[in-house]
């Protein structure tokens, strides 16, 4: 079933984020038809619309619909079949701050009420690129109409935008309400799995129900959605060849002052026209005289066009001071035979940059309205956006196009680019794709410091390895709940259970690396054992999960169950993290210390003791005002 | 055994085996600021890190090849993606390792030191079959590097049971 949609987009400037409804709302434009429009901000959806839905962040301001949300829901089939969401206004306060502080959660809304009929969230997104999608429904909306177009975009931001290699969905086997919309979408059962449960009933008993995986690969998507476009083929692609033959490829898109740029892979291609060189070197030839004949032989067919509705001029050997100028009128072709009045002209397949040319563009670009695209090149603006991203123009290409869309003249302002060859430069690099630990690494960016609000730090160089800093990331935490007393880790106590429900299960984690079962004192005393994960199990052996905040911490390594040094250690890190300028320490009742043992279980029989990190929770100190 | 003053100088931490879609050895001894396949492997593992739920502690080491002459870096995995780039694929063998923390340009301080754990704890031996490797860590999403003044790493030094066969 084809379910795609038309996407245009738009990016959110970094320093504008609208956190209230009143603010997002305002987001809000007329979108018609079979077209989606997205504000993105830092590389995600951030607000997405089509002629009935809006797609959006949540806020804390929701809490009132979430409410009215989980309570529907629990008068759903889904009642018992999946985790719990809070029931009362509290819990619902709480829940649409956690929704509200990620980037995963998505309100879907109907228009014009903006009630809130639905919830979708992009769960995570395994190694082999395969995105988890869940979604929590209004019964009311749940129709396979609402849902599905909700789904549908979802799904299609995640293989156009996210790259993602497939969506997949776990959900009760038996729900079709539930199920209904995902296969709308193209999903298919690959898995089912029986005597899953979330819930207890009120003796205490598991409520089983079979469970299904669903997926859809990114190839059954694409040919399910043939005008769904790949994640390479970014929509201004579209606004050019929406209905041309696809001859070039996007490689990437780069910004320059504000304005989107992109880099293309052309093949070598055919164009055919009138073209006429200038008699000397390094001089122009005579275009009008050019334009005049072109336009004189524009009931000759030219065979074969590639795109019939465009046509260009084409600039060649400016720059070159050994070749005379030429100027071509033409359209690309595939045919290299052609009525003997028409001139053809081979160009140089490789890397060309391009940019719309739009009064808009042209005015923060160069400073007039101009969209003429000999402007766009006598200012050097393809080539300097190039150049800040990593590109050369190329030396061996003196041919500059304008490619217009002639079919919208009568529409104005009509599409049209221009475009520049270019080559990459291997010494250059792209602040674009610049990756953060190359950021973390550079010394400039140590030495020019942005703005931030951040207190000066007085960390001495001589104390700088005593305390490490790290950032634990917020996530579901599986947990033996608090354990107080003498008895806290006898056989069968609390902590006992734990862990020996996530010794068992850690031994199910594909990915090893570094222990994730962390050790804390809850506010009330005692114990707390919590183990991070990146979905929650579906046997957790009646265990809670509960929402570790993360964050970040001061960290040093210690002497497991050495009183003395773990005092001595905890201590350091507190007077580190006070003497340090930058950091004040950050206990609270969510965020607590924490005990991780790092050393293997085996070490502690050569060295004769486990080694574990005390995490401290810290806070970046304000400058002062 | 440990002396006392010295067991939080160290940490013990093993490293499990696994796949590693690496850079392959970049001749030369130029960080990533000069070194351009150790840029573009550092692009393409950037971009395809965000994509880890997990954001539970770097998954990237950097080490030198003596053997090769060059650099190399290389990003750990549990399943082979699909799409690596055009990057090889090699087995990361893990193990123990000793491991310091060090801050900018002191990887030699931090391999000394441990080196001198090492031969002085009478328990662990320096394993030269297998690379010294380093990376930044924190996963920091705030500019900690420049609210601190210092970027840190940890170094990792191979290491073996002493008295036990490898």
Known sequence: ???????????????????????????????????AFIYERMSKPFFMETDRLIIRRFTIEDAEA??????????????NFDH???TDLEGCKGAAAYFAGNDTSYAVCLKPSMKLIGYISYNSVNDDGILDLGHVWYTAYQNNNHDTEALSLMTQYAFEKLSVNGVTAGNPLDCEEQIAPLKSIGMEVIETREKAFFVNDADGNPIEFTGCKMLITREQWEAGNPESYSPKNRPEILNMMEDARQIEKLVETISYNGITFEVVERPDVVWVGCLDYASENNTESDSDATLNRYQKYLDVVKQDLINPDWSASLWVNYGCDDKPHGQMFAQETYSAKHDERYETFTQPGGLWIRVRRKKETSLVLFGNESIDAWDYFINKVLENAAEENGYNVNPDVHVRIGYDCHAEYNTSPHTCYAYMSVIENPESYSPKNKPVILEMVSEASVANKPEITAAASTIKAEERNMVRIMELSACKMVTSGPANGEDAFAPGGKL?????WFTEYDKQRTDQFYPRNFMWSPPGGGFQWGFAVDEIPADINGLKVIDFPGG?????ISVDADGQDHDRVYNGILEWVNNSGCFVLDETDERRSLGNITSPPFVKDIIGYDQMDLYFPIAIKEEPK | MINEKDRNAVRIIELPSCKMIWSGVCPGTAGTSENVPLRKFSEWWSAFDKLRKDRFYARDFMWYDGAAGGMAWGLAVADIPADTGGFEVIDFPGGLYAVANYADGDAEGAYT?????VEESDCFIPDGSRNHMWHCFGCCSEPIPIIMGYNQYDFYFPILVKGEAK
């Open chain 1, 1 to 35: 079933m084809n379910t795609a949609k038309k996407l245009n987009f738009a990016t959110l400037p970094q320093d504008y984020s609208p956190s209230t409804l009143p603010e997002i709302l305002k987001l809000v434009k007329k979108v018609k038809g079979n077209t």
């Open chain 1, 66 to 79: 979430v409410l009215a949300l989980s309570l529907d829901r629990m008068n759903s089939s889904m009642k």
């Open chain 1, 84 to 86: 719990q969401w809070p």
């Open chain 1, 496 to 500: 006992a259970r734990f862990h020996e």
């Open chain 1, 552 to 556: 970040l911490y001061a960290v040093a």
């Open chain 2, 113 to 117: 030191s441990i080196n001198k754990w």
